[in-house]
């Protein structure tokens, strides 16, 4: 465990930055220019999150599996991730199997009642075990923007 540093495999960011979980896989951007910045639509209760992933490795993933989305209200944490309801979708953005060095432009909804919320975090797993291991688990490895201050307006 590391402590009194960030960890490497674990980047925080907010809209605009570019993470490299586990350095060396990927390089993860959630964009945040006009038109592609993190969005909430309170009448459709539906948050829009767009990403630009360069990837370092063959065959990377970018697939809804890879995305959670935590909210934080007065009651606690929840967490949203392809096999709960409601979930978060790449829809056909998605990019099963990215070559390496390829450019994926991803968008990520979600829809889901935000209204309470204190605190809203998009985490990017870009890896869940490592190449020809599956037992070798790589889910503590991953990225996370704080896109709370983004969309404040729209709670």
């Not at 990927?26 to 009448?43: D, I, M, Q, R, V």
């Not at 009651?75 to 979708?89: C, D, E, L, R, V």
């Not at 309470?116 to 037992?135: F, I, M, Q, R, S």
Request: with cysteine.
């Amino acid at each position: 465990m590391l402590t009194g540093c960030s960890n490497p495999n674990r980047p925080t960011g907010v809209p605009g930055s570019t993470l490299k979980p586990g350095d060396g896989i990927c390089e993860a951007t959630l964009l945040n220019s006009a038109g592609k910045e993190p969005s909430y639509n309170s009448a459709t209760q539906t948050l829009t999150c767009n990403f630009k992933i360069v990837t370092k490795i063959e065959l990377l993933e970018i697939t809804d599996s890879h995305f959670q989305v935590d909210v934080t209200t007065d009651a606690g944490t929840k967490h949203y991730y392809y096999n709960t309801t409601p979930k978060p979708s790449l829809g056909d953005t998605a990019n099963p199997k990215a070559l390496k060095d390829s450019v994926t432009e991803a968008t990520l909804t979600l829809k889901l009642n935000l209204s309470g919320a204190t605190k809203v975090a998009v985490l990017y797993t870009p890896k869940h075990g490592a190449t020809g291991e599956p037992n070798d688990s790589y889910n503590d490895i991953y990225g996370t923007w704080d896109i709370t201050e983004a969309i404040k307006g729209s709670l």
